[in-house]
């Protein structure tokens, strides 16, 4: 039985109530279609593919605030930038011979944390002079794939496609890197990609992980390193997960040898993904990995179906997002 001191509200102040949310909600409606007119038109004009050295084995890419993509190369190591206005790019990281630069996240600061592949490392280069400002030597595993990044509030994690653990860089003076075993649901398979793309959960709380073979993906918990398996409906699987990019609840999956990315809705405890769509054009050729700029969505193609030679021309694309 309701409390009789309780007091009512008045008919008057339900609907100032309704209607204080109407226009709340038609508000956050307008900025919405407000900010995506101003997207399109920030980008209005610009191409939407720019060509890569010969030769030069992309696989990653990010972007920051600015309009500059910035690549790594699976062949030497060396970082290009492109700017997305003209797609004009230049050698930002010349590299060296036996390393290389999968995938690639830039800072606030403006400092670029690079996955080196089979090396076991993890370099960071200055965006701004491209010059080296330090190498972390994460594993000495044989065999060993660091394989993409992304950064948080204090670290840089790294996956290792060939080994059930995450490595953590620290982005500040004076830690450690952490080594975080994968446990849980977790299962490493012999001789295939395993870990592969990687961002934070809407919550900033914890990892998703693509695991590329059989394509699951999994949230991660960076305090204990157990991995749950979510749920996905409306695919069996993401078999193929490449580059993973993360826009609120929205989780774009680059599946690469489908030449697709395909769009997940998270529910808010990251146990279940939804699929809503899928995305692809004719220029896709075995992309990797994504990163995005106003009202587009940037790609390097990997090419890994043609010939890797020093002939072999690649490019990014971008498409709508």
Not at 131 to 159: E, G, K, S, Y
Request: glycine residues 10%.
């Amino acid at each position: 039985m309701p409390n009789s001191r309780t007091p009512h509200p008045s008919r008057r102040t339900l609907l100032g109530g309704t209607a204080a949310a109407a226009l709340a909600m038609a508000a956050g409606t307008a900025t919405t279609t407000a900010q995506a007119a101003d997207d399109s038109r920030a980008t209005a004009g610009w191409p939407t593919e720019f060509p890569l050295p010969d030769g030069f084995l992309p696989e990653g890419i990010t972007i920051g605030a600015r309009p500059y993509a910035y690549m790594g190369s699976r062949a030497n190591g060396a970082i290009h930038r492109t700017d997305l206005r003209t797609g004009r790019g230049t050698t930002l990281h010349e590299g060296a011979p036996g390393t290389a630069a999968i995938g690639l996240k830039l800072s606030h600061d403006g400092l670029l944390y690079v996955a080196g592949g089979a090396g076991g490392t993890a370099k960071v280069v200055d965006a701004a002079t491209g010059d080296l400002v330090r190498t972390h030597h994460l594993t000495t595993a044989t065999p060993c794939f660091i394989n993409d990044v992304i950064l948080t509030r204090d670290r840089a994690w790294f996956t290792d496609s060939r080994n059930a653990v995450l490595h953590g860089v620290p982005t500040t003076p004076g830690d450690t890197v952490r080594a975080l075993p994968l446990t849980g649901d977790w299962d490493q398979l012999p001789d295939v990609n395993n870990a592969n793309g990687i961002v934070t959960t809407p919550d900033g709380r914890d990892l998703l992980v693509v695991k590329s073979t059989p394509g699951t993906l999994y949230r991660v918990s960076v305090r204990t390193g157990r991995a749950r398996e979510l749920e996905l409906r409306g695919a069996d699987t993401v078999v193929n997960g490449d580059g993973l990019l993360r826009i609120a609840n929205t989780l774009y999956v680059v599946q690469n040898r489908l030449n697709l990315i395909s769009v997940w809705t998270l529910n808010n405890r990251c146990t279940t993904a939804t699929l809503t769509r899928t995305i692809t054009d004719p220029r896709f050729d075995v992309p990797t990995t994504t990163a995005r700029y106003a009202n587009r969505l940037y790609l390097v193609n990997a090419r890994f179906t043609s010939p890797q030679t020093p002939e072999t021309t690649f490019t990014g694309v971008s498409v709508p997002l």
